[in-house]
């Protein structure tokens, strides 16, 4: 218990000094939001970005040409991406693409719980699209998008774990620490990376699950949900919660007295989701 508090103490007075080593997101996204948000920006400059990026252009194509987003026409350009697709959605799959590459470590251990971290992810990610398509004035590529992020609290963590002998030997102490610390860290690093109030109120607020608000579903609602359901079946302490009291389901217009929501009809846009990013 005392190398936990120790660890939080000195976790949370190197957050709240700067001192912490977030994350940082690659510069090729960085790049396409700035355009994005530069109103004198058009598609070929915002594909010109991408393309200094081999891998990228080739995923991006990729993805354009699935079953989730393709046309009647195949797509071979990266300025087709930008001109079917919009520089909004293209903007948020740059990022959506790019945050793979930031769940590797050098230690094996680590490595392993990152990758289970991203792979969890990325079920969130898939149902809170699926749940966003009936939500109005919420993108179902955003909703997405808020999905893969809701745990990128877990990274700084599971970092400075790889320099910490007694967390590697002890993974309930590891899973303790998550618990506490990860969405508080994730609000953090949404807000370094300047991402919108609405995404950074994810990573901090998606395990509240006393939260209510007024009005309709919003982007915490939906993956609040989504990561409940994940959890389904699991031994995971999310895993026997009462869904019941989380008010999240009513505006979501779902059951909260059932243990699984029904995603039958959505199975086969969940398992494209998957096919994007594992």
Partial sequence: MDSEENFVTELLADLESGQLQLPTLPEVALRVRDAVEDEEANAGQIADIIAQDAALSAR??????????????????????????????????????????????????????????????????????????????????????????????????????????????????????????HTRIGGAILSHWRFSDSLVEVASQHENLDRTHDGGPDLVDIVQVANLQSHVGTDHRLGRVDWSRVSAFQRLGLNGDVHEIELTACAEEIDEVHNLFV
């Fill in 60 to 181: 991006l194509i990729q993805v354009a040409n699935s079953p989730l987003y393709r046309g009647r026409q195949e797509i071979d350009r990266l300025s087709m991406v930008v001109a079917r697709l919009g520089s909004k959605l293209v903007r948020n799959l740059v990022t959506s693409q790019v945050m793979k590459q930031m769940f590797q470590a050098t230690n094996d251990l680590i490595d392993e719980r990152l990758r289970a971290v991203w792979e969890h992810s990325v079920q969130v990610a898939a149902i809170s699209r699926a749940l966003a398509g009936p939500c109005p004035g919420i993108a179902a590529d955003q909703a997405m998008l808020a999905g893969l992020l809701h745990d990128v609290g877990t990274l700084p963590i599971l970092y400075r774990a790889e320099e910490r002998d007694e967390l590697l030997d002890t993974p309930g102490l590891l899973d303790s620490l998550i618990t506490r610390l």
